[in-house]
């Protein structure tokens, strides 16, 4: 669930000299970022690539799972920071955001497509990416942090949250002997903004939309509706979740009463499409009957947008991802309650609000992934794989398979190997590897 933004070493000790001059120096400033790929398995044409959240990808063999070639991403797209969770698009495209830092001094969010049909076997499906859209960040060295996005069939929603990675920071902190953590820095006195792109024009769509500070990772679904875009995201009221990469927080003892992070909760937010400048000041632009998110005019002609709250202490959120973009209503997640580590996995219903539950003495659950019956007709007519890690010694490291309807456990693979705790995954059916 966390994100792993790392950096390994500066590459060098040049200086920031202010003004125009130091356009020539940014990228020098910006740090080398890490090439541990540990986060996520994502495709690109036909090839798969693990991931981290930076300029480096690395391609795997889905077969085997040996390892392949590095993948800089600055050879074919200019910029510094990827997510590790793009979205596919039914023409099997990917679409994923990313962030260049200082290139001809200045910062900007970055959305691009690389196409699902590589033209050129023989060479990287990167080289055919293509950027549909720009947003300057707001400061040159202080862009927003973000793990993901959110899509639906004609918008692209960026979440910009006052979660923010200080780069010249970052640059030096190979020379202080300081970590990752120590260069990101939560702003609660400033606002999140919402950003919501039309795919069709490559542009944002006109108004400015903003809720109170929190800090996000993951995006769970969106979709269009009565002229509203409506996303649900997982979000925190702090970033008390990185401190528990301080080996100190590391190793303390956990109990519900010392609760050390804040738990997360699902928001739903909805955001029309269409407003009316001459609107009055306090009206509620939101129209759809079913959703309690309001979106209020504020004087400076704004729109301050106020959750409906769908429930709390769910994260690494799945779907059925042929709903991805559209109406639906289940999602799959692991329970993180007060403890830092997933204990459960439940399937919430996002109408009903009920939970279905699974979980085991000892056992530690990763990402529930969804995987869609071939002749299925309801949403939920699939199953769930869950890897899972138990800290009984006499248990092996298993995959989980549930009845994704009912919840019920279908069946279980275990596997004589030590296996760590995971955190994303990918299915990769038979005919595409
Ligand atoms: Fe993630």
């Given at each position: ?7 390994h070493a500066?590459?060098?000790p ?23 790929c ?14 981290s959240?930076?300029?480096f ?8 799972l ?11 797209i ?27 001094g ?24 293509e ?7 707001q ?7 973000y ?18 990675l ?22 609660e ?12 024009t ?10 109170d ?37 590391v ?27 001459g ?66 996995i ?46 009984d ?17 279908l ?23």
């Amino acid at each position: 669930m966390a994100p792993c933004l790392q950096f390994h070493a500066s590459r060098g000790p040049e200086k920031y000299v202010g003004g125009k001059r130091a356009f020539s120096y940014l990228s020098n400033i910006v740090p080398e970022f890490t090439d541990n790929c540990l986060i996520n398995i994502i495709r690109c044409g036909q090839d798969y690539y693990a991931s981290s959240e930076t300029n480096f990808i690395r391609r795997i063999d889905p077969q085997t799972l040996d390892t392949l070639e590095k993948v800089n991403y600055t050879k074919y797209i200019t910029l510094n920071l990827a997510t590790s969770h793009p979205h596919y698009d039914c023409a099997g495209n990917t679409l994923n955001m990313g962030t260049s830092i200082g290139d001809k001094g200045k910062t900007k969010y970055v959305i691009f497509k690389i196409p699902g049909n590589n033209p050129d076997k023989e060479k990287s499906p990167l080289k055919h990416s293509e950027i549909l859209c720009s947003i300057p960040a707001q400061k040159l060295f202080c862009p927003s942090y973000y793990h993901s996005f959110g899509m639906t069939e004609n918008y692209i929603i960026f979440v910009e949250q006052p979660l923010k990675l200080d780069i010249l920071k970052l640059a030096t902190a190979y020379f202080r002997g300081v970590n990752w953590a120590s260069c990101i820095t939560f702003n609660e006195d400033e606002k999140t903004w919402f950003h919501i792109i039309d795919k069709r024009t490559r542009k944002p769509i006109s108004g400015k939309f903003y809720t109170d500070a929190f800090v996000i990772y993951h995006h769970i679904n969106a979709y269009e509706e009565e002229g509203h875009v409506v996303f649900d995201i997982i979000t925190y009221k702090d970033n008390s979740l990185y401190d528990m990469f301080y080996m100190a927080n590391v190793r303390k003892v956990f109990s519900e009463e010392s609760a050390a992070i804040s738990v997360p909760a699902t928001k739903r937010f909805a955001i029309p499409l269409q407003h009316d400048k001459g609107v009055e000041v306090g009206t509620n632009l939101v129209t759809i009957p079913t959703i309690k998110a309001k979106a209020v005019k504020s004087e400076d002609g704004t729109l301050y947008c106020e959750p409906e709250i769908l429930c709390e202490g769910i994260e690494l959120p799945q779907i059925n991802y042929d709903f991805n973009g559209k109406k639906y209503r289940y999602v799959y997640a692991a329970q993180v309650q007060w403890r830092p580590i997933p204990t459960k996995i439940v399937k919430f219903d996002t109408v009903t609000k009920d939970m279905l539950v699974w979980s085991e003495d000892m056992c530690w659950p990763a990402e529930p992934l969804f995987i869609p019956s071939p002749d299925g007709k309801e949403e939920d007519d699939g199953i769930i794989l869950s890897p899972i890690v138990s800290s009984d010694p006499n248990k092996s490291a298993f995959l989980l398979v549930l009845d994704a309807k009912s919840f019920q456990e279908l069946g279980r693979a275990s596997i004589n190997a030590g296996l760590h705790l995971d955190l994303h995954g990918i299915f990769i059916p038979d005919h595409n590897v």
